[in-house]
């Protein structure tokens, strides 16, 4: 397994086993990650306290939209919307970063020979650590709601680990498309957020007409944010079959999208 | 050691085709058969070329020969087209000196994130720090951001990390070019140390007198082919009255006919033909 996912990555040749170039990977995704968090916080005036400030902000609008204009339309409605938002903004961001990691890095692949998976990895990677700091806020926001911590906080791992697993294969299935047609980050924005839209992000499933009800359980998102409404406002269990689903379609984008870009490596560089 | 054996390299330009086009394909204003066969660019063509360990090999050429791109083939960056490379122990290419730098990272975690781009491991990239800042001398300075740097020091940040750990292959374009007299001199006298150490050093430069006192052999790359190699006396001769005789070499991309190339043919776009067009007469002029 790790001689295969360290031929995967394809690091430097050297006498090394294949479990140190593994770590050697995770060392370099780590820094650079370091290097993308660097790059939001310094020479800032607020630095890393944008993290909490700004799902806050979106908490705040979101509370004061549904007290002066949708009243009454679910109950603990902010609280409900901020189950998708955060998430999603965490997907659309990493996604979009991902994507742009290859293209943004042309002078790097131009004159090393580093393995292309570990840039969108660590893209997503800095992103991941920032959405942890908005399920921070979401939590505090849960328990001013008066849904306090539960026992069912112990699935929100798996439903991260579903949701990162998604986002890492899609980074990668965007770094290749965006290196061979610039325009890729532009229709990626278009389609994020038509996606958003087709999610049961801002109404329920229930909303949705019945007929209409099967298309949506096809879309991964729904399952997630089910998941995370369950966790926050149920305090019970998620639907574990169907984030069994969304992780094996997970793993399937992951694969392709890491084997595609493994495939073209060496070749890219000469795109950007 | 490195080993290449009839490796040839298609550039690919931007395949992406103008919306104009776009449209008029959409439309029954394009007709197939009106289509022109353009021609298709070669950075390298045939090369084979064998460095073995301990050897340095200087490489020369004009402008836009393909000396880049054949070190970036040697290294990996690139895969060839057509054609084998076989390369044994750690390569280290330092092909850019800015390459994989962070502006907002200061010059020390600037040196680790190089450390670790180059495939050594963060205890390894520790123990090698302290020499490699010694060795680029910029004091105090490594602490700042290297948003704030020139070109010199950051020549110095690069070449210092990337020479800390004597690398079996080592592969240097136009870097010794830049720095200061003292750093130079200091830089040079690195290579010759890993010379010394029997390890491979090629070493892509515009400085005759340089390749002429370091090197054991030299390659002059033209047109993307090898045009000769052999004993530095000699190529750097050939190539000092080549550039006398033909006062200012204009890019020298080969091109060659699109016959064995047809997939690249059918999707290249007008713009492109546009441009060939435009590259014909120095083209002719050179070649």
Redesign the interface.
């Known amino acids: 397994m790790t001689a295969f996912l360290a031929k995967l990555i394809r690091l430097p040749a050297s006498p090394r086993p294949p479990a140190a170039h593994l770590l050697q990977a995770l060392e370099l995704v780590r820094f650079l990650a370091r290097a993308r968090v660097a790059t939001w916080t310094r020479n800032r005036l607020l630095g890393l306290w944008w993290w909490l400030l700004e799902p806050l902000a979106l908490a705040a609008v979101y509370s004061l939209v549904v007290r002066f204009a949708f009243r009454g339309t679910y109950d603990n409605y902010p609280l409900f919307v901020l189950c998708a938002v955060i998430p999603w903004a965490w997907f659309a961001a990493a996604t979009s970063a991902a994507g742009g990691a290859l293209r943004g890095s042309a002078r790097l692949l131009h004159s090393a020979s580093v393995s292309h998976l570990l840039l969108p990895t660590a893209e997503v990677l800095a992103h991941t650590y920032r959405f942890v700091a908005g399920l921070c806020v979401l939590t505090a926001v849960a328990a001013w709601y008066g849904f306090g911590p539960s026992w069912s906080f112990a699935a929100l791992p798996l439903v991260v680990g579903v949701q990162l697993l998604l986002t890492v294969g899609i980074g990668f299935l965007l770094a290749l498309a965006n290196t061979v047609v610039a325009d890729t980050a532009h229709i990626w924005s278009v389609i994020t957020r038509i996606w958003f839209f087709a999610t049961p992000s801002l109404y329920s499933l229930d909303a949705v007409p019945a007929e209409m009800r099967w298309l949506l359980v096809w879309n991964p998102f729904t399952t997630l944010f089910a998941a995370y409404r369950t966790i926050f406002l149920h305090g019970s269990c998620p639907d574990l079959l169907g984030l069994l689903g969304v992780a094996l379609v997970a793993t399937l984008v992951l694969v392709s999208g890491a084997l595609l870009l493994r495939q073209q490596e060496g070749r890219l560089a000469l795109y950007v | 050691m490195i080993d290449l054996n009839d490796v040839s390299l298609r550039?690919?330009a931007?395949?992406?085709v103008p919306f104009s086009e776009l449209v008029t394909r959409m439309t029954l204003l394009w007709r197939p058969g009106r289509r022109r066969a353009p021609q298709v660019h070669w950075a390298l063509r045939n090369v084979s070329l064998r460095v073995s360990a301990g050897e340095c090999l200087g490489v020369i050429g004009v402008n836009g020969a393909g000396k880049s791109t054949l070190l970036?083939v040697m290294?990996?960056?690139?895969?060839p087209t057509r054609g084998t490379v076989h390369?044994?122990?750690?390569?280290t290419?330092l092909?850019?000196l800015?390459?994989?730098l962070?502006p907002?990272?200061t010059g020390l975690?600037n040196m680790?994130?190089l450390g670790?781009?180059?495939?050594?491991?963060?205890r390894e990239v520790d123990a090698l720090l302290p020499a490699a800042q010694d060795f680029a001398g910029l004091g105090s300075q490594i602490h700042d951001?290297i948003a704030t740097y020139s070109t010199g020091m950051l020549a110095r940040l690069s070449f210092s990390i990337s020479t800390a750990i004597a690398p079996d292959v080592l592969l240097l374009d136009e870097v010794m070019a830049v720095g200061d007299g003292a750093f130079k001199q200091k830089s040079k006298n690195r290579i010759r140390a890993l010379m010394d150490q029997a390890r491979t050093v090629v070493l892509c430069s515009h400085d005759l007198a340089l390749l002429q006192k370091l090197c054991d052999r030299v390659a002059w790359v033209h047109g993307g082919t090898l045009r000769m190699e052999g004993p530095p006396e000699e190529t750097l001769a050939a190539y000092r009255a080549f550039l006398q005789r033909d006062g200012s070499p204009a890019p020298c991309r080969l091109r060659h006919d699109a016959a064995d190339d047809a997939p690249i043919v059918r999707r290249a776009s007008r713009s492109r033909r546009r441009l060939s067009a435009a590259l014909e007469p120095s083209v002719s002029a050179s070649g």
């Open positions: 550039y690919r931007s395949r992406s970036r290294a990996r960056v690139y895969r390369s044994f122990g750690r390569v290419p092909l850019n800015q390459f994989g962070r907002e990272l975690e680790q994130l670790l781009l180059q495939g050594h491991t963060r951001p």
